[in-house]
T-cell receptor
């Protein structure tokens, strides 16, 4: 298996622009997680899905952030409009079940100017 | 609620030194415990895990024992290498299967 795939690996955008991050989980996994990592706040869970259904989005910082999982093999995290404080590395992870070990993607490094 | 607390970093060691990174947890049920490692520029990857009390997880010379009496899961390695330089995260999966919690991470630098 190729592991969790994220795209793009790097994204540089200007404040106010829409940003879409993409994730393909490991085939057969039914839980998917979006995390944000910064030096200041460390690793933060933003949202997780179980069987394509959002279960807990309490970590989503504000309404500018939204996430979807239209099918078992694809998820997006969208920021609209983006702000400089959104600059971070965003990780997607998947697991066979929500309390099993998680497998992380390589991350998307987002820079908002 | 459930949580994980790990020792503050950064930690700097000389090659071949002994490593301990402390991790304690709070949980109401019977959690599974994990150590993840993050190398520079990469995502987190599972290093080892233990699913019940007294279990010992081990991998790549690292070990951690699930201690229910002290609610701890300390990471140890007898002789670190420069290639072990990374950030280490302790994590907990609660027994009810509802949540997964990560510690704040401990940065390790090993110098030759």
């Amino acid at each position: 298996d190729a592991g969790v795939i994220q795209s793009p690996r790097h994204e540089v955008t200007e404040m106010g622009q829409e940003v879409t991050l993409r994730c393909k989980p490991i085939s057969g996994h039914n839980s998917l997680f979006w995390y944000r990592q910064t030096m200041m706040r460390g690793l933060e869970l933003l949202i997780y899905f179980n069987n394509n259904v959002p279960i807990d989005d309490s970590g989503m910082p504000e309404d500018r952030f939204s996430a979807k999982m239209p099918n078992a093999s694809f998820s997006t995290l969208k920021i609209q409009p983006s702000e400089p404080r959104d600059s971070a590395v965003y990780f997607c992870a998947s697991s066979f079940y929500k309390n099993n070990e998680q497998f992380f993607g390589p991350g998307t490094r987002l820079t908002v100017l | 609620g459930d949580s994980v607390t790990q020792m503050e970093g950064p930690v700097t060691l000389s090659e071949e030194a002994f490593l301990t990174i402390n991790c304690t947890y709070t949980a109401t049920g019977y959690p599974s415990l994990f150590w993840y490692v993050q190398y520079p520029g990469e995502g987190l990857q599972l290093l080892l895990k233990a699913t019940k009390a007294d279990d010992k997880g081990s991998n790549k010379g690292f070990e951690a024992t699930y201690r229910k009496e002290t609610t701890s899961f300390h990471l140890e390695k007898g002789s670190v290498q420069v290639s072990d330089s990374a950030v280490y995260f302790c994590a907990l999966s609660d027994g009810a299967g509802n949540q997964f919690y990560f510690g704040t991470g401990t940065s390790l630098t090993v110098i030759p």
